[in-house]
């Protein structure tokens, strides 16, 4: 019997279970797939909005001001890359002048610190690159760049690391109300019993909602198509630049990652299906040729993937975070900017179950720091040489394009949470995210995953069951 069970391993789920992970109190995340991040938090523009997007006095409003304020903090506690990069929001006709207007004034209502619109020699200082056909821009110092799935990997490893459960490969088909709380029942007919439930589950969360009788949420899947270019192209622009928003979205933007790649995208466009994550050729062209007003020095050849995430846009317009009264709390439609905001929903939701009767004594050890995964990678040679000297297989390098050693790849498999398939070690190490995408590495990685879990070759995957990559040896020996 848990105190609180989380349902969703994204950056909503992980950072509410780090924050309940701070009291005396039995708590678990329970996720559908192999691993956690597998969701919207694995696949977005990755901006920490400074907060000017949202209407005033909306829940999306006030949580991304006050998300984005803690996120520094919460980033460097977890050790995950975060840097204030500030954004622009460029304007290239008197049109888009009102609209950046409209965002100033929305953002400074909203309580923005430092924003002010520039004209166009202070964004060509700025952004030396920019199109010639910018006039003006909003100008937000307090926007910043931070690697999401890093994020999510991190909040629900630390809140391991303090004593929360996880769940993986426990897929949410129905629940039932008891007299102490709620049984939480799997695909498989599993049972995890719990006094309160916390709803984190992205685009699925309308229909956990209604599991637990909440019919009014509606969630409908918006894709979002992207362009990742190489580490060669990640300083051909500093700052986050957005085009002006639209009824669908913030529009295409153009950003460096704190991982130095520089990322384009995405699409906006409706669908029905909340599984569809390709990426077409329609979707990549047109984010492409938007990415292209903004500067001309894109380069599609230096493209080493693309990828398609699915916004879970809500019936309201705003995040739908509230509890059904007997401590069953909902974190629906929660879109963009849902990953600035995480720090400050997580805590609003902490509140929700306070309210419901949910006691909060604060314990003694918590610990809310944990290792960098990437702190050998950017250790000095010195250092590196000391932990090689000590652990050799810190001397051995798996993934060539970005340098990453079999000791990080087997830390990563040892860690909380986890890495049990190929793209959790992608996730936590880097290893296979160069430029030859594994190519090269995949397969010493599948054998160190095959080693440490003590399974077969051919059982590892790439991102759990029905991504078997091996499925039988080319010669018999
Ligand atoms: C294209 C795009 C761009 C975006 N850009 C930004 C941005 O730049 N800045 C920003 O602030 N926000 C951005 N967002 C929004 C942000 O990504 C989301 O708000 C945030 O990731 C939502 O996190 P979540 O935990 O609610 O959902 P998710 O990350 O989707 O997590 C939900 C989890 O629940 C699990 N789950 C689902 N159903 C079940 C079930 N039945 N049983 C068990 N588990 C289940 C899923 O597998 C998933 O892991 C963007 C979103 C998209 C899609």
């Known amino acids: 019997m848990y105190d609180v069970s989380v349902i969703g391993g994204g950056v909503i789920g992980g950072l509410t279970a780090r924050k309940l992970a701070r009291y005396k109190l039995k708590i678990c995340v329970i996720e559908k797939e192999n691993d956690v991040a597998m969701g919207a938090s694995k696949a977005n523009s990755a901006i920490v909005h400074a907060g000017f997007d949202a209407a005033p006095l909306t829940l999306k409003a006030k949580l991304n001001v006050k998300g ?104 949410v088909s129905d629940i039932n109300k008891t007299g102490e709380g709620y049984e939480i029942i799997s695909s498989n007919g599993d049972v995890i019993k719990s006094a309160y439930v916390v709803n984190a589950a992205g685009i699925n969360a309308d229909s956990i909602a209604a599991m637990a009788g909440c019919d009014d949420i509606n969630i409908r899947p918006r894709r979002g198509e992207y362009i990742l270019l190489d580490k060669a192209d990640g300083g051909v622009v500093s700052h986050t630049i957005f085009q002006t928003p639209s009824d669908m979205g913030k529009g295409i933007l153009v950003t460096p990652t704190v991982d130095g790649n520089l990322l384009l995208g995405p699409t906006a466009e409706d669908t029905d299906d909340k599984t569809d994550k390709r990426t077409t050729p329609n979707g990549l062209s047109k984010v492409l040729d938007r990415a292209r007003k903004t500067t001309d020095r894109i380069d599609p050849k230096h493209t080493i993937t693309s990828f398609c995430g699915l916004r879970a846009v809500g019936n309201t317009g705003d995040f739908i975070i509230k509890s059904n009264g007997t ?151």
């Not at 994020?151 to 993986?168: C, F, P, Q, R, S």
């Not at 160190?448 to 059982?459: K, R, S, V």
């Open 327 to 477: 401590g069953f709390i909902n974190a629906a439609g929660i879109e963009s900017p849902g990953l600035s905001a995480a720090p400050a929903i997580a805590e609003y939701i902490v509140e929700l179950l306070k309210n419901d009767g949910l006691e909060l004594e604060e314990k003694s050890d918590f610990n809310p720091v944990r290792e960098p995964t990437h702190a050998f990678r950017e250790a000095s040679a010195e250092a590196k040489n000391k932990i090689i000297a000590e652990k050799s297989e810190y001397g051995r390098i798996i993934c060539r394009c970005e340098g990453i050693s079999e000791g990080e790849i087997r830390a990563a498999i040892r860690q909380n949470p986890p890495a049990r398939d190929l793209d959790a070690v992608k996730r936590r190490t880097r290893a296979q995210m160069g430029r030859c995408q594994g190519g090269f590495c995949m397969p010493y990685i599948t054998g160190i995953i095959a080693e440490e879990l003590g399974i077969p070759y051919e059982e590892v995957t790439k991102s759990g069951k029905g991504s078997e990559i091996n499925i039988g040896k080319t010669k018999e020996i």
């Open 68 to 171: 984005s304020e803690m996120m520094e903090r919460i980033a460097s506690e977890l050790g995950v890359k975060y840097r204030r990069n500030g954004s622009l929001v460029v304007a290239f006709d008197d049109k888009d002048r009102d609209t950046v207007t409209e965002l100033y004034e929305r953002g400074i209502k909203n309580g923005v610190r430092e924003l002010r619109i520039i004209e166009r020699g202070e964004v060509l200082s700025l952004e030396p690159n920019i199109s010639d056909d910018v006039v003006c821009a909003l100008y937000a110092p307090t926007g910043a760049i931070v690697c999401p799935y890093e994020l999510t990997v991190a909040a629900i490893g630390n809140a391991m690391d303090n004593g929360a459960k996880l769940y993986t490969n426990f897929e």
